[in-house]
């Protein structure tokens, strides 16, 4: 099956500083990817919708000048998390989309911890 | 929220024994999906079964889909002790090529004893 990795897989930063996640797809393009986050013990939920070259479509609730979500090209988009606080520390998960599949591709997910 | 709901939340069997866990959702659906993901790992796609389907079997796994109830289930036969895992429900209401928003159950917590 399709590959997406995600990069850093894990990342410790200080409160009030930003952190940036890849997502990339390595064997397909992806027209779509999606973020999600999921804390200990819980389901996915989605942050936001990318399509390449286009503005991220966030989920209600979801502060789009927080998370900022750039996907430049169609094998890699961007999660930066500005101005991160304790609260921010979950798992990030994205995945990609394609046209050619009738299923999503999710990559292995990143571990932020915000102390 | 619109998120489904999945039970049980957690459940544990022994190695051998046949797992079954159920998802609800609340809203019409074009396909509805199972993955699993293993602790701190990102998700693998197990299945997916479209809104037309009522049954679908892939090696171990048998999901049937009752869209009257709005409701799935997913069979695992002869469980091993790699099934230990998180088990979710994703549904999408619009198609969209392979690019639809998915919506995820709340998941159930699978312990197989060896």
């Known amino acids: 099956g399709a590959v997406v990795s995600q990069h850093p897989s894990w990342v410790i930063c200080k409160s009030g500083t930003s952190v940036k996640i890849e997502c990339r797809s390595l064997?397909?393009?992806?027209?779509?990817m999606f973020w999600y986050r999921q804390f200990p013990k819980q389901s996915l939920m989605l942050m936001a919708t990318?399509?390449?070259?286009?503005?991220?479509?966030?989920e209600q609730g979801v502060e789009k000048d927080k998370f900022l979500i750039n996907h430049a090209s169609l094998t890699l988009s961007t999660l930066t998390v500005t101005s991160a606080h304790p609260e921010d520390s979950s798992f990030y998960i994205c995945?990609?989309?394609?046209?050619?599949?009738?299923?999503?591709?999710f990559g292995p997910g990143t571990r932020l911890t915000v102390t | 929220s619109q998120q489904g709901e999945e039970d049980p939340q957690a459940l544990s069997i022994q190695e051998g024994e046949n797992a079954t866990m159920n998802c609800s959702y609340k809203?019409?659906?074009?396909?509805l999906q199972w993955y699993r993901q293993n602790s701190g790992r990102g998700l693998v796609h197990l299945i997916l079964?479209?809104?037309?389907?009522r049954e679908k079997h892939s090696g171990r796994l048998r999901v049937t889909l009752d869209t009257s109830k709005k409701s799935s289930s997913l069979l695992i036969t002869a469980s091993r002790a790699a099934d230990t895992a998180s088990y979710f429900c994703?549904?999408?209401?619009?198609?969209?090529?392979?690019?639809?928003?998915?919506?995820f159950g709340t998941g159930t917590r699978l312990t197989i004893i060896p």
């Open positions: 994703a549904t999408d209401a619009v198609p969209n090529f392979g690019n639809e928003k998915l919506t």
């Open positions: 995945s990609a989309g394609s046209p050619l599949f009738y299923e999503q591709y």
């Open positions: 064997d397909f393009q992806a027209t779509t």
């Open positions: 809203t019409s659906i074009n396909n």
């Open positions: 079964i479209r809104s037309n389907e």
């Open positions: 990318s399509n390449e070259g286009s503005k991220a479509t966030y």
